[in-house]
Every structure is written in structure tokens, then in C-alpha cells.
């Protein structure tokens, strides 16, 4: 808001009236001067928030929902959203033409595709046992780190991770927070003890070794 006289943007607002129209916000100000005391108007126009259908996975479900955004906002796939039903993370954006894109203008978007921060990580288990392996689906915090040789207890077996698989990689050493694990594979070892046990974590269970 700069001063038509002395180029001054340092002002006080007097008056303001706001009209909205059904895309726009007009805010009509009237002004005064902090250096030479000149009143002048200005209007500030404002695309208002519009709703977008968002789709939030939780694992196997997914939930329809709509998220208010500014038409000129970006969206980015790996951004999180707050919506009515929580924090979510963009996976995907579908552009009114029907493309995937990793990101759009909201203005551009027909749907928002997520994935729910709110709900614990999934992460597959897979104990082998010479060539067969018992599989398991647990539910962890998402920030629970499993480590390259942590000892861990499932059921009544102790085992030591070897590897992890994540979104991106399979890793044969360091760790890795669950919530962009797919997998982690382990050996059983003879101990009695051990770093963590994930038996009331499991979610599903095929067991091979019996
Ligand atoms: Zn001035």
C-alpha cells in the first residue's frame, strides 16, 4: 500500500469494507499516510478458498473427503494436508484433463490423492527359514526405526533383521523409519534375548515353519 504522495508504505488503515463475490474477496481500505498524512484508497483483491475432493488411503480403505485451498496454492506429491480426518500426505495429484502429476496448481486439480498420516505404519516381516519364510503384517508407530541386526521376538520366534526393504530400496545395513518401509527380512537366531518384541503389533500372520 504505498503513499500516491510521498511513496511511503507504511500506512494506517481508517476505513475498510469488504465484498465477496463467489470467487473473489474485494477488501476496499481507506488509508492514511504514517509520514505525510495523505488519505488515499486501495483495494486488495483475494481469490477466495474453493473445495477439492481429496481421497485419503488408510491401508486397504479409503475415505472420500473435500479440503479448501486457494486456487493459485501448489500441491507436490510427499506435501501433507490437513483435513478434516487429519494430517495426510499427497501421493498423487489428477489434473482436470485426467493426468497423474507430481505437482499442479490446486486451480488445475480434479482430485487429490493421499495417504493417511494419522494411522500406524504397515510394515511386512518375513522370517526364513532356509528357503521358507513366515510372513507377518504389523502394525508400528510410524516413526519406529527397525535397524539392519536389531534381535527382535514374533510369536515365539527371535530373529535378526537383515535387510529392509523401503519405498525406494532394499538396504543390507543402517535403519529405517516404518512408515516408508514395505518389508523387513530376518533370520532366527538361537538367543533368549532381544531388542523388541512385535507379537502384539501383528496384524495378519502366514506361518510356514511349524
Ligand atoms: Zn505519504
Not at 55 to 71: A, D, G, M, N, R
Not at 138 to 158: G, H, W
Not at 169 to 189: D, E, H, N, Q, W
Request: hydrophobic share 35%; aromatic share 6%.
Amino acid at each position: 500500500m504505498e503513499c500516491p504522495v510521498c511513496g511511503s508504505e507504511s500506512s494506517t488503515t481508517l476505513k475498510s469494507k469488504k465484498i465477496s463475490s463467489k470467487s473473489k474477496d474485494i477488501n476496499e481500505l481507506l488509508l492514511k499516510c504514517n509520514s505525510c498524512n495523505f488519505v488515499f484508497r486501495d483495494t486488495i483483491t483475494e481469490d477466495k478458498p474453493s473445495k477439492f475432493r481429496l481421497i485419503i488411503s488408510e491401508h486397504e480403505k479409503s475415505i472420500k473427503t473435500l479440503i479448501e485451498l486457494y486456487p493459485d496454492e501448489k500441491l507436490e506429491t510427499g506435501n501433507s494436508l490437513l483435513s478434516d480426518i487429519g494430517q495426510a500426505e499427497i501421493t498423487s495429484l489428477e489434473t482436470k484433463q485426467g493426468k497423474r502429476v507430481e505437482s499442479a496448481v490446486a486451480k488445475d486439480i480434479s482430485t487429490i490423492w493421499a495417504s493417511s498420516l494419522e494411522i500406524p505404519a504397515r510394515v511386512g516381516i518375513s522370517v526364513d527359514f532356509s528357503g521358507k519364510a513366515d510372513s507377518y503384517k504389523v502394525d508400528v508407530e510410524r516413526d519406529f526405526k527397525f535397524s539392519v541386526d536389531d534381535v527382535v521376538k514374533i510369536n515365539d520366534s527371535i530373529f535378526k533383521i537383515k535387510s529392509i526393504k523401503t519405498l525406494k530400496r532394499l538396504t543390507k545395513k543402517g535403519f529405517a523409519k516404518a512408515s516408508v518401509i514395505k518389508r523387513v527380512y530376518g533370520i532366527p537366531v538361537n538367543l533368549n534375548s532381544y531388542d523388541y518384541d512385535l507379537t502384539n503389533k501383528i496384524i495378519s500372520k502366514k506361518l510356514i515353519k511349524k
